[in-house]
């Protein structure tokens, strides 16, 4: 190919990209209509691709997924909402192959988290118990609640140290109690087993 060869294609190509930029539309119609005829054709020759340079698309796919990870959590998540028993399996099937480190590994990683945000893991157990009473639950931030209430206890409205901190639902959830900021208040480890029998807060105060 000569050189007059190679910058008459040049000049072609930046026309046919400038054309597409202006043509989005058109362009996007065009191609699926053209999928649409040649589906069959298209997916065996990807897949004849793919199989071809397997280890270069599996790099590739994995700059991506790096570079994109919202986009990839969200199409991973529309896609396991879709094929829920399908995901399901995959996931034992990953799991059995792991064997017991795999579990070792989970149980270390769930611990350590545990330890490391300790607010949030009692903000699960009190969302556990509220769902199995069938209360009223919303968004709960117990470092809001903490920061709200001062670390001041609110049965015996004294300072409360972080080794005691608990918190307490003001209108308990026997009672239909909702788990929610709004009914919930820093409390002593103490004061809050204390009104473990179901105590309203007048009453509370009455028992003390």
């Known amino acids: ?21 202006r043509n989005k539309e058109r362009v996007r119609v065009k191609v699926k209509e053209h999928y649409d005829a040649n589906r069959e054709s298209i997916l065996a020759a990807r897949k004849e691709r793919y199989w071809a340079n397997r280890e270069g698309e599996l790099a590739r796919q994995k700059v991506y997924r790096e570079s994109n990870p919202e986009y990839h959590h969200r199409r991973f998540k529309l896609w396991r909402d879709a094929h829920k028993e399908q995901a399901q399996a995959v996931q034992r099937t990953w799991q059995a192959k792991q064997g017991d480190d795999y579990r070792k590994r989970c149980c270390v990683r769930v611990h350590t988290w545990m330890q490391a945000n300790p607010l949030k893991r009692a903000e699960q157990r009190s969302r556990y118990r509220a769902l199995k009473r069938n209360a009223l639950t919303d968004l709960v931030d117990f470092a809001f609640t903490a920061k709200r209430d001062r670390m001041m206890c609110g049965i015996c409205h004294k300072r409360v140290a972080r080794k005691d901190l608990s918190f307490d639902h003001i209108v308990p959830l026997s009672k239909g109690g909702a788990h929610a900021n709004w009914n919930l208040q820093v409390a002593h480890s103490l004061c809050n087993s204390r009104r ?11 028992a003390v």
């Open 1 to 21: 190919m000569t050189q007059e060869d190679e910058e008459r294609r040049r000049h072609q190509r930046e026309a046919s990209q400038r054309w597409k930029a």
């Open 196 to 206: 473990n029998v179901g105590y309203l807060p007048a009453q509370m105060r009455m």
